[in-house]
């Protein structure tokens, strides 16, 4: 509740329609309102940034880590609700950064299988897409990427050269230590690339749109279940209506048989004749129908 009030007082504060002599300026701040309040009301999504905090706030003012090639890849700036300006495949818009950020992540993917394995790498990644693309894509895409495994070694966290270690024991633990670190660094690389996915899963117009289309297929499916149970129910009701009226109908020419048979009995008819014979038999009434379930 405190979140929702705070993001009306500023949404108010700053909407460009309340601004007209600073448009520009309020358009911004309202759009970096509209972000902050996503990620602040969505419980995971809020413990994630929490966690990531200043690394995210470093990285919206631009100040990469710098050093090697594996940390020159900051994926912290694309947390921003600055990072991109409106959802359209232009320049600086939702499409283009993102689709240019997960190409990057791909391609460092692909060189380090390529390094590590003396040639090719795996195969090719989804790649995130355009406005326009199928939703086979946009599925292929989040399939992937929210199961996300590094490929890259990562030797740059290494704490040690055991080159310079005085003994093979020392040389080994040196070793395990790397070893430990470079498999931190992966784990927290593969998780913020996840996250990554799953931030622009919450945002993609795509998935919205796809997710507003299920749901109306699911209310057809229904509203069609409905009308065909509803005519199953009808279609009962008449047979049912049948059945009573072939039960009174049978009713009524029992008792004339009956009539028929006492008759035949004080004029001592044969008990074998064909009054008596149709009284054994009974009448072959309708079977009653089965209720719709």
Not at 32 to 52: K, M, N, P, T
Not at 100 to 120: K, N, Q
Not at 207 to 226: Q, T
Request: proline share 4%.
């Amino acid at each position: 509740d405190e979140i929702k009030t705070a993001y009306r007082k500023l949404a108010l504060k700053w909407h460009p329609d309340k601004n007209q002599g600073r448009v520009e300026e309020a358009t911004e701040a309202f759009r970096e309102v509209q972000g902050a309040y996503e990620v602040l009301s969505d419980e995971r999504e809020r413990a994630w940034y929490d966690r990531h905090r200043e690394a995210i706030l470093r990285g919206a003012q631009g100040s990469g880590a710098g050093g090697s090639r594996e940390d020159a890849m900051d994926l912290f700036p694309f947390f921003a609700p600055s990072c991109y300006r409106g959802f359209s495949d232009e320049p600086g818009a939702f499409f283009q950064v993102y689709r240019t950020a997960f190409s990057m992540v791909a391609r460092a993917e692909e060189e380090a299988e390529a390094e590590e394995s003396g040639g090719e790498a795996e195969g090719e990644r989804p790649g995130f897409g355009a406005s326009d693309s199928p939703w086979a894509e946009v599925k292929a895409f989040y399939d992937y990427w929210l199961q996300f495994s590094t490929s890259r070694p990562f030797y740059s966290r290494d704490k040690w050269n055991p080159m310079d270690a005085p003994n093979r024991h020392v040389r080994r633990a040196m070793d395990k230590e790397n070893k430990r670190e470079r498999q931190g660094a992966r784990r927290e690389y593969s998780a913020q690339v996840k996250a990554l996915a799953e931030f622009l899963r919450n945002r993609d117009p795509r998935v919205r749109a796809r997710k507003a289309e299920a749901e109306e297929e699911a209310r057809a499916r229904e509203a069609a279940e409905r009308r065909n149970r509803a005519e199953r129910q009808r279609a009962y009701d008449e047979e049912r209506r049948r059945f009573n009226e072939a039960q009174e109908a049978e009713g009524d020419h029992e008792e004339l048989l009956e009539a028929l048979a006492a008759a035949a009995d004080q004029l001592g008819f044969d008990e074998a004749g064909p009054a008596a014979r149709r009284r054994k038999k009974g009448a072959r009434g309708a079977q009653e129908p089965e209720p719709v379930r």
